[in-house]
Each structure stands twice: as C-alpha cells, then as structure tokens.
C-alpha cells in the first residue's frame, strides 16, 4: 500500500440526493445541480471522523430546517449522519446570488475593472460560505478546502429558485 492509497480512499464517489425532501426544478436548475455533483465527485477530500475507511457515498437531504448529510460506505450502507442547521448559511447565500446577479449583469455591459471588482466579491462570498462549512463540519468530517467550495456550490444549488 502506498502513501496515496488511503488519500484516495478518503473521498466521496458518489451524491445522492433525497428527492422526498429536495424540489425539482427547472432544467436550467438541475443541470447546475448536475454539475456541482459532477465536480465534487471528481475531486474531493472526505474523512469522517471515526474508524473508518472510504470512499463514500453522501446522501444529502433536508429535515425542516436542517441539511442532513448521510454517510454511506461505497456499498451504500449507513454509517452515520451529519445534521446542520440552514440558518447560519442563509445569509452568505442570499448575498452571493445578488452578487451572482450583478456580475451576470455586468459582463454584458459593465467596464472590465467593475466586472473583476464584482468578481472578487463573489468569490469573497464563496469564500466565506466554504470556511463556515468547514467550522460546521468540524469535528464531524475533515474536509479540504476545494471540497468545502464545492460542497458550498451544491449547497447554493440546493437554494436555487426556479
């Protein structure tokens, strides 16, 4: 066994979403959604905290107010469950998606340094999103902070109006 073994066994290879609790949306929606799972299963860090060993399924639904996460072994068998409150995260996300909105705007009409200064934000604002994941997660799961960006992306995805 070599030293990148268990890297690679520590990461998440499947997202299964919990259709009883998410809404369907429209095409354009989902297609996000399909992608921000597409690019977290592509590349990931994922280490539950216990004995255990990967890779993972993640299981992500909503319990009123909550997001849970289910950790599944490969096999898709429970191993446990990660809940966290939406509340904490409602605000960062209202403000990316208006920052979204003015950057989408102004790509088709604003100066190159309106459109980098507005693109800074948003990133600042994803930013924030992913280490408020990670401070959640903490003591629960161990995650990198590419991780914690695309799992923050899905999170957004989730919130996605339409």
Do not use: K
Not at 19 to 29: A, K
Not at 56 to 84: K, Q
Not at 89 to 96: G, H, T, W
Not at 108 to 125: F, H, K, T, V, Y
């Amino acid at each position: 066994m070599t030293d990148e073994e268990p890297d690679r066994a520590q990461r998440l290879v499947n997202i299964v979403l919990d259709e009883r609790t998410l809404v369907r949306r429209r095409p354009e929606v989902e297609h996000e959604r399909a992608v921000a799972i597409f690019d977290l299963i592509e590349d990931n860090r994922f280490v539950p905290v216990g004995d255990y060993t990967g890779p993972y399924i993640l299981h992500v639904g909503l319990d009123g107010p909550r997001l849970v996460f289910g950790i599944h072994t490969e096999e898709d068998r429970p191993l446990g469950r990660i809940v966290l409150p939406l509340a904490p995260f409602r605000a960062i996300i209202r403000d990316y998606f208006t920052v979204c909105e003015t950057y989408y705007e102004a790509i088709r009409q604003a100066s190159p340094q309106r459109i980098e200064a507005i693109d800074m934000g948003r990133r600042s604002l994803h930013d924030d999103g992913s280490r408020l994941l990670v401070e959640r997660l903490a003591g629960q799961v161990e995650i990198d902070f590419p991780t914690a960006r695309r799992l923050f992306t899905l999170l957004c995805v989730l919130h996605m109006r339409g």
